[in-house]
């Protein structure tokens, strides 16, 4: 919540310490409101390096100052990863969404990993009828 300080006076001493002290506690609100957002966006990055270790994840800002969450295989990509679907940067709006494109990523990798096992999870373009 911020402080209505439109009818305070900033022309007495009074009406100045009143709006100092408004403002003091709008600054204080708007601190603890970024500390908690930076402390959710730390606790997501931890889940998700944890969960995909085999990913460089990082949180990166483009050129017009936009959060993306990105993520970089940390190992080189064969012929077969890439003719999978398997990409070589993922980058997400939020820690959701590339959540759910390093589950898919895995699920491709596991698809070559495991070409002589069971059948495996074709990508959507597959589905749809379009050869791979």
């Given at each position: 919540?911020?402080?209505?300080?439109?009818?305070?006076?900033?022309?007495?001493?009074?009406?100045?310490?009143?709006?100092?002290?408004?403002?003091?506690?709008?600054?204080?609100?708007?601190?603890?409101?970024?500390?908690?957002?930076?402390?959710?966006?730390?606790?997501?990055?931890?889940?998700?390096?944890?969960?995909?270790?085999?990913?460089?994840?990082?949180?990166?800002?483009?050129?017009?100052?936009?959060?993306?969450?990105?993520?970089?295989?940390?190992?080189?990509?064969?012929?077969?990863?890439?003719?999978?679907?398997?990409?070589?940067?993922?980058?997400?709006?939020?820690?959701?969404?590339?959540?759910?494109a390093l589950?898919?990523?895995?699920?491709?990798?596991?698809?070559?990993?495991?070409?002589?096992?069971?059948?495996?999870?074709?990508?959507?373009?597959?589905?749809?009828?379009?050869?791979?």
């Open positions: 919540m911020y402080w209505d300080t439109n009818h305070l006076d900033a022309d007495t001493k009074a009406g100045l310490d009143e709006l100092l002290r408004a403002t003091a506690q709008s600054v204080r609100q708007a601190s603890a409101l970024a500390a908690l957002i930076q402390d959710l966006r730390d606790r997501q990055l931890s889940v998700l390096r944890g969960t995909y270790p085999a990913w460089d994840i990082a949180l990166e800002l483009d050129s017009t100052e936009r959060l993306w969450w990105t993520a970089v295989p940390n190992r080189s990509l064969t012929v077969e990863l890439v003719a999978e679907g398997v990409m070589r940067i993922i980058r997400c709006e939020d820690a959701i969404a590339l959540a759910a589950a898919w990523q895995s699920t491709l990798i596991g698809n070559v990993e495991n070409a002589a096992g069971p059948p495996h999870i074709h990508p959507a373009r597959q589905l749809q009828g379009r050869p791979a």
